[in-house]
């Protein structure tokens, strides 16, 4: 019986309310190598022409967000890898700014901890992140339901090497399980509604925003 309510609760982590559930990456207009390339991951039940994000905004990541777990998260990564590689190749000099959202987040912060050290001139943004170490606050959802999601989405780190990232949980158990769970989806759904603004976040944030509140790395 325990095991199938933390399979419930499992299944419903994580999610996006609203979002469509196609999925597919399907083309989109080359981006210019002017200003900077900015590129998003929505969450789980996102596509990549619906995922809530919104501004000036070259590309938008598709992959499998049916299910949150380990091998959904790989499949992001990659693909965000294969894009802004494919960018970078491009245009040397462009500047890449990336944001994700809960699972989207966790794509995000897998993409930079496995590739700072061979991607240069490039932040992130990360909102609502399963992955966010405490504190202030407590590890993301993604710990606790490690064993269930498995790698790379289980666990928490701050490995960012040189890029900076900003991080953003508002009283939100997905990020922070001090939060307590009872306080998703609604706080996960709602905390956030200028956050996915990419024009409100600058290209060389560090830090984090906790609670509505800056605290320092």
Same mark, same amino acid.
């Given at each position: 019986?325990? +095991?199938?309510?933390?399979?419930? *609760?499992?299944? =419903?982590?994580?999610?996006? +309310?609203?979002?469509?559930?196609?999925?597919?990456?399907?083309?989109?207009? +080359? *981006?210019?190598?002017? =200003?900077?390339?900015? $590129? %998003?991951?929505?969450?789980?039940?996102?596509?990549?022409?619906?995922?809530?994000?919104?501004?000036?905004?070259? !590309?938008? &990541?598709?992959?499998?967000?049916?299910?949150?777990?380990?091998?959904?998260?790989?499949?992001?990564?990659?693909? #965000?890898?294969?894009?802004?590689?494919?960018?970078?190749?491009?245009?040397?000099?462009?500047? %890449?700014?990336?944001?994700? @959202?809960?699972?989207?987040?966790? &794509?995000?912060? $897998?993409?930079?901890?496995?590739?700072? !050290?061979?991607?240069?001139? &490039?932040? *992130?943004?990360? $909102?609502?992140?399963?992955?966010?170490?405490?504190?202030?606050? +407590?590890?993301?959802? *993604? &710990?606790?339901?490690?064993?269930?999601?498995?790698?790379? #989405?289980?666990?928490?780190?701050?490995?960012?090497?040189?890029?900076?990232?900003?991080?953003?949980?508002?009283?939100?158990?997905?990020?922070?399980?001090?939060?307590? $769970?009872?306080? @998703?989806? =609604?706080?996960?759904?709602?905390?956030?509604?200028?956050?996915?603004?990419?024009?409100?976040?600058?290209?060389?944030?560090?830090?984090?925003? @906790?609670?509505?509140?800056?605290?320092?790395?």
């Amino acid at each position: 019986m325990r +095991a199938r309510r933390i399979a419930a *609760a499992l299944t =419903g982590l994580l999610m996006t +309310a609203g979002l469509s559930v196609a999925q597919g990456s399907t083309a989109q207009a +080359a *981006a210019p190598c002017e =200003g900077t390339y900015t $590129i %998003v991951v929505g969450g789980t039940g996102s596509s990549w022409n619906n995922d809530g994000f919104y501004g000036n905004i070259q !590309q938008h &990541v598709g992959y499998p967000t049916q299910i949150p777990n380990g091998a959904s998260a790989r499949a992001g990564v990659n693909e #965000l890898n294969r894009l802004v590689r494919d960018q970078r190749a491009a245009c040397p000099g462009q500047h %890449v700014k990336m944001g994700g @959202y809960s699972l989207g987040a966790a &794509v995000v912060h $897998i993409w930079v901890t496995e590739n700072w !050290q061979t991607f240069g001139n &490039v932040n *992130a943004v990360l $909102i609502s992140d399963p992955k966010r170490q405490g504190p202030p606050g +407590a590890n993301g959802g *993604a &710990v606790p339901f490690g064993g269930f999601v498995g790698a790379p #989405l289980a666990g928490a780190d701050r490995f960012f090497g040189n890029v900076p990232v900003k991080t953003i949980c508002h009283w939100d158990y997905v990020c922070d399980e001090s939060a307590g $769970i009872w306080t @998703y989806p =609604g706080n996960h759904v709602n905390n956030y509604p200028e956050d996915f603004n990419m024009d409100h976040h600058n290209d060389s944030a560090s830090e984090q925003w @906790y609670n509505g509140a800056w605290n320092p790395w």
